[in-house]
């Protein structure tokens, strides 16, 4: 239906929900779609369902629908995210693309066919910055060999230095997938996991349930044990849409682990958009951030969104 038309005996919170709705917004086009109303009536509607109807995303930035709905797609640099608020976020999963030039180069072939960089405590305190205290920051990495081992080093001091403390690390094992360069087969990358100061409690507590059934109990840490890999095929290389996509059901395991439904992760480096399908599939709001344009336009196909679902970071600011 045309939006802009919904019946006016609606609340105003519920014509901006129905004129929005499964879509992220900036709030000067709800301005812009209400002028008869005064700007402090409709921030003060948008805020009073916030976490309902609602969700922030960013400075002026909402999603109307529930945030087991929302994911938000934004063309930028996924390093740069002074857009968000603080504690905007109840996980990071994210694969930054290193840069390693040992390992990907190799004779006349490229193992990295796009941007990459290395980090920089900045990029860290950014993270902490934006992720709620006790939640976890997932960062996938490639498992240790010669050239890299001390930038992974370094990974772990600049991520205690911004404030996390070392969870855990699961390898993750690619099937049948073995890539041999001569001195290590390539068949694992790891699960490089922190948790923002001290874990969050997530893992039930039966024990505690038991003695009192009235009030749900719950253990610091994740939600279960972790496991000691995650076995999991990689995407067939005529199926992925990017060429260091991770498997779906990967991402939907961490889920599960990390995070409970209806909370929000962000993935700074979407690249094929399996961590927004696997938020999707897993109740989970999410926010992505890519900056190539041909990345993009995938990502819109994968996860059904439309053109103008895309946020431009530079509008933002």
């Not at 919904?6 to 105003?12: D, G, I, N, P, Q």
């Not at 109840?90 to 290395?118: L, M, Q, V």
């Not at 409690?201 to 009235?214: E, I, L």
């Amino acid at each position: 239906m045309d939006n802009i038309n919904v019946v006016k005996t609606l609340h105003l919170w519920e014509r901006i929900n129905a004129s929005f709705k499964g879509k992220v917004f900036f709030i000067k086009d709800v301005y812009d779609r209400f002028t008869e109303e005064k700007k402090d009536t409709i921030r003060g509607r948008i805020y009073e369902h916030l976490g309902k109807e609602f969700q922030r995303i960013g400075r002026g930035i909402y999603f109307a629908g529930s945030k087991d709905e929302a994911v938000a797609l934004i063309e930028g640099d996924g390093r740069d995210l002074s857009v968000f608020s603080n504690d905007s976020f109840d996980c990071i999963i994210t694969d930054h693309p290193w840069s390693d030039e040992k390992a990907n180069k190799g004779g006349n072939r490229s193992f990295a066919d796009y941007e990459t960089f290395r980090y920089t405590p900045d990029d860290f305190k950014e993270k902490a910055r934006v992720l709620k205290d006790g939640c976890f920051l997932v960062e996938m990495i490639p498992a240790e060999n010669e050239s890299n081992y001390e930038y992974l080093y370094q990974i772990k001091k600049m991520a205690e230095a911004a404030g996390f403390q070392y969870y855990a690390k699961v390898p993750w094992t690619k099937g049948t997938f073995v890539g041999n360069t001569g001195r290590k087969a390539k068949n694992q990358e790891d699960m490089m996991i922190f948790s923002l100061g001290k874990a969050r409690s997530m893992r039930p507590d039966a024990k505690k349930d038991k003695a009192d059934p009235t009030v749900k109990h719950y253990m610091s840490g994740a939600n279960g044990m972790l496991p000691t890999n995650f076995n999991v095929q990689p995407p067939d290389k005529k199926s992925r849409i990017h060429q260091a996509e991770k498997p779906m059901g990967l991402v939907e395991q961490i889920l599960d682990y990390l995070t409970f439904e209806g909370e929000i992760v962000l993935d700074q480096f979407a690249g094929s958009g399996v961590v927004g399908e696997a938020c999707i599939n897993k109740k989970r709001g999410c926010v992505l951030i890519e900056k190539s344009k041909e990345c993009i336009k995938k990502i819109i196909q994968r996860l059904g969104l439309s053109d103008c679902s895309v946020i431009s970071s530079s509008a933002i600011a």
